[in-house]
């Protein structure tokens, strides 16, 4: 009889050896092809949401979610916490979003995050649409959406929404400029936890991470919504409308930066490489970004 001849033990280290050698190739590929699936789950999320605040701005005065009043000062309260700080509150609690005590009613100080929930309440959306799969977040466990007025807390959402209640910056609506944003990946000066102070946002924004958003891998941008339902994915934060700033300094890039606000005197927060041309003589559509809605997305 013939003996069946066996791989020997140096024959199967060696075919164990390439095995581990491919897998180590893939395995970079597979964590990106993840990557980018997520990058199309959250860019469909934000799709649905613009869509969910179309039907809401259907009823008079056709404007995006802003309840709450509007101030000078912009001040605006995050999950039913004292006005946004650069650090996210410790936590938040049902009592502070529920019907006994809807927040922007009672502090007369607007909050965008009980706007998003407006069209959650509003059963035009689910909360699970506000997470993107890229971040730990969870949906927010309210059981029944219609009885509260706000998020519970930061880790139930995972994206941020114009500052709708600052008297020196544009509400949103459906006859805004189509290119202008007004959703996006959230704020890392806000929940992502990157220090906001002006000094370090510049640094931020010379970095390799460039200012953008927390909730991808490698922060190598954000999917931002624009005000004509079209979400697309930037490899800067500078997205806003194009133009310059009163003073005739040119906005980083040409566009205004849609985490920050303007500094004092309208001087540009976003270090940013400048346009060859001043705007106002290059003819793209001149826009004064310091008398116009100035995007800051919160938190």
């Known amino acids: 009889m013939r003996n069946k001849k066996a791989f020997t033990l140096i024959e199967l280290l060696v075919v164990i050896a390439i095995i581990a050698l491919l897998i180590s190739i893939l395995l970079p590929s597979l964590s990106r092809a993840r990557e ?5 789950v959250c860019s469909a999320n934000l799709r649905g949401i613009g869509q969910a605040m179309y039907i809401y701005a259907q009823d008079d005065p056709q404007v995006f979610p802003t309840i709450g009043p509007r101030t000078a000062t912009g001040n605006i309260r995050v999950f039913g916490q004292q006005p946004l700080a650069s650090q ?8 502070d979003r529920g019907p006994q005590n809807p927040q922007t009613l009672v502090t007369g100080v607007g909050s965008p995050t009980v706007d998003m929930w407006t069209v959650i309440r509003a059963n035009n959306t689910t909360p699970k649409q506000f997470i ?9 466990p309210a059981q029944d959406t219609t009885v509260y007025y706000d998020f519970l807390h930061w ?3 995972s994206y941020a929404y114009q500052n709708q209640h600052d008297t020196d910056r544009r509400v949103i609506g459906t006859s ?7 959703m996006a990946d959230a704020n890392p000066y806000g929940k992502g936890g990157v220090n ?7 640094q931020d924004r010379i970095s390799p991470f460039r200012g ?15 005000q004509d339902g079209h979400v697309d994915f930037e490899k800067g934060p500078d997205a806003g409308l194009s133009g310059f700033f009163s003073s005739g300094i040119p906005s980083a890039r040409g566009r205004d930066h849609i985490y920050t606000t303007h500094g004092p005197n309208n001087q540009p927060v976003d270090p940013g490489t400048a346009s060859a041309l001043p705007l106002q003589q290059s003819g793209q559509g001149v826009v004064n970004l310091g008398g116009r809605s100035d995007v800051c997305m919160v938190p």
Do not use: V
């Open 36 to 40: 980018l699936s997520k990058r199309t």
């Open 132 to 140: 993107c799969p890229s971040t730990i977040d969870t949906p927010d």
């Open 196 to 202: 906001g102070a002006p000094n370090s946002i510049n």
């Open 176 to 182: 805004s400029e189509p290119n202008i944003p007004f």
């Open 155 to 157: 880790q139930f959402l």
């Open 212 to 226: 953008n958003s927390t909730n991808h891998t490698n922060r190598e941008g954000q999917n931002i919504l624009f």
């Open 88 to 95: 996210p509150p410790a936590n938040g609690n049902h009592q």
